[in-house]
């Protein structure tokens, strides 16, 4: 099954402005974490939002967690040009010990200056 | 900061032929990871692995891949006979243990990426 699908796929905004994203998943999770990545880098960790989380701020990231609804939200408020890049959210399912983390599709944002 | 670090950042083979990517993981973490992203694609997982040895794979990870760490700080992935769709980004990963957590779980913790090796398949 699919896991950690985001949408929009593509998103266009001018600085300043806030962005939101999505993230879809289909099993139990331990946590759901969002990553960033520039075109042709690694990914880049930003945050992790637990089970019995609903919602977790890092500076200008606000994460939801809605466990019923098997959703999570990522919003970058204040948007800069340097935050134009691929967001990834990534599901931590209740398995054994290193276990993998899924990838959804990504959603492009970019951020017109 | 401690970082992950892939070599080479790009490596051009035939098909047919046998490729080795390295990784040297952040040093006191525990659980190691290879990802692949194929060019404007989705980031998949290949396989994890953990006190010497294979914890999970997936259905891509099949006989022509291999992993090792054969000195306590590489990890290496190794594709014995290349095909044209393994021209991918590969990443490698790693994760310490959960903070504060008791036993070897990794829940909880974020995986810590290299900037990824390109591989090209001709």
């Known amino acids: 099954s699919q896991q950690g699908e985001e949408d929009p796929q593509a998103l266009s905004i001018q600085e300043g402005e806030n962005a939101t994203m999505n993230c879809s998943y289909k099993?139990?999770?331990?946590?759901l974490q969002w990553y960033r990545q520039n075109s042709g880098r690694g990914l880049v960790h930003l945050i992790l939002?637990?089970?019995?989380?609903r919602e977790k701020h890092s500076g200008r990231l606000r994460v939801t967690l809605d466990t019923s609804k098997k959703s999570s939200s990522l919003l970058i408020t204040a948007s800069r040009a340097a935050d134009t890049a691929s967001y990834f959210c990534?599901?931590?399912?209740?398995?054994?010990?290193?276990?993998?983390?899924?990838f959804g599709e990504g959603t492009q944002l970019t951020v017109n200056p | 900061e401690p970082e992950v670090t892939q070599t080479p950042s790009h490596q051009v083979t035939q098909m047919g032929q046998e490729v080795i990517l390295r990784c040297v993981p952040i040093?006191?973490?525990?659980?190691f990871y290879w990802y692949r992203q194929i060019l404007g694609q989705k980031v998949e997982f290949l396989v994890s692995?953990?006190?010497?040895?294979?914890?999970?794979k997936s259905e891509i990870f099949d006989d022509q891949f291999s992993v090792e760490r054969p000195d306590g700080s590489n990890f290496t992935l190794k594709i014995r006979s290349t095909k044209l769709e393994d021209s991918a980004m590969y990443f490698c990963a790693s994760r310490r243990r959960s903070p504060g957590g008791q036993g070897t779980s990794s829940y909880n913790s974020p995986l810590h990426f290299g900037n990824g090796t390109r591989l090209t398949v001709t």
């Open positions: 099993t139990s999770i331990n946590n």
């Open positions: 990534a599901t931590d399912a209740i398995k054994t010990s290193g276990s993998r983390l899924t």
């Open positions: 692995f953990y006190n010497n040895e294979i914890s999970e």
């Open positions: 040093s006191n973490h525990l659980y």
């Open positions: 939002i637990r089970s019995n989380e």
